[in-house]
């Protein structure tokens, strides 16, 4: 007990000679998910796409690198891992007897990019898909991460982001909160939407549907419609009625403070 022998490992690259870009992003995305949790086996595992029981029970088939090595060996695969720990992207370190992952600065630097862009894209989806409870993905984050992806939203110049921004800011800290201000600010005044016009052609079926809502229902939901600002349930004011697959959309202001509102209907 307690001083079982360490798990010895030898690196060796086989020969491999240089990787691409590429090569060294998919291994760098694939131990993300193994950082002092797992090892080099379990990440050629990831890369070549294996079926291991364990694999599977850790949910690590949803590595978005999950079979990027297919066709290739394990010993292939493991050699190109090795190639990227001798080259200094990644390290080992000792959790007890195991050898773990570990990212270096010179490897996390290149992982932070890979991670920020796929979670810009989440965001931009969650939001076109009004998913706003992915925000509770973003919390306890890795803060350098977060404040790439923060700086990434800026670029999109995307303002239709501003309602999940909103939901991000309720429930992130302080230091973060003032940040996300920051940049709802900024998409404010130099953003454009791409939802304003886009949906114009499908509004008319849309406003159909909602005018064949009865009055008195209609009225209600108005009523009825979550306001982030006031965290209450506020009338809904200046809305426009789009279409998305999952019913009608209401897009407009909350009667109380103006904050932009949205409403499904279903
Ligand atoms: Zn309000």
């Keep these: ?57 850790l949910e690590l088939d949803y590595s978005p690198v999950y079979g990027s090595f297919k066709g290739e060996t394990q010993k292939e695969i493991l050699a190109k891992i090795d190639w990227v720990i001798l080259n200094h992207y990644l390290d080992i370190e000792y959790d007890g007897r195991l050898p773990l992952l570990v990212f270096t600065d010179k490897g996390w630097k290149i992982e932070r990019e890979t991670y920020a862009v796929e979670l810009l894209y989440k965001l931009i989806e969650a939001s076109e898909n009004l998913e706003y409870e992915f925000v509770e993905t973003l919390k306890d984050r890795n803060r350098g991460l977060i404040l790439l992806l923060l700086d990434k939203v800026v670029k999109t110049q995307n303002k239709d982001l501003i309602p999940i921004l909103q939901a991000w800011q309720m429930i992130d800290y302080k230091k973060l909160k003032v940040r996300i201000q920051e940049v709802m600010d900024i998409l404010e005044k130099e953003g454009s939407s791409l939802r304003e016009g886009k949906n114009d052609v499908l509004s008319f079926e849309a406003n159909k549907k909602w005018l064949s809502i009865p009055e008195t229902f209609r009225k209600q939901i108005e009523k009825n419609v979550w306001c982030s600002s006031c965290c209450d349930a506020v009338q809904i004011v200046n809305y426009t009625v789009k279409e998305k697959k999952e019913g009608i959309l209401l897009h407009g202001e909350c009667r109380k403070c103006g904050n932009e509102v949205v409403r499904v209907v279903d």
Excluded: F, P, Q, W
Aim: hydrophobic share 35%; aromatic share 0%.
């Design 1 to 57: 007990m307690g001083n079982k022998k360490r798990v010895e490992h030898e690196l060796d690259s086989k020969g491999v000679k240089k990787l691409t870009e590429d090569e060294i992003k998919i291994i760098l995305r694939g131990a993300d998910d193994l950082i002092m949790s797992g090892g080099r086996a379990m990440l050629a595992k990831i890369l070549g796409g294996s079926k291991d029981k364990k694999l599977l029970d």
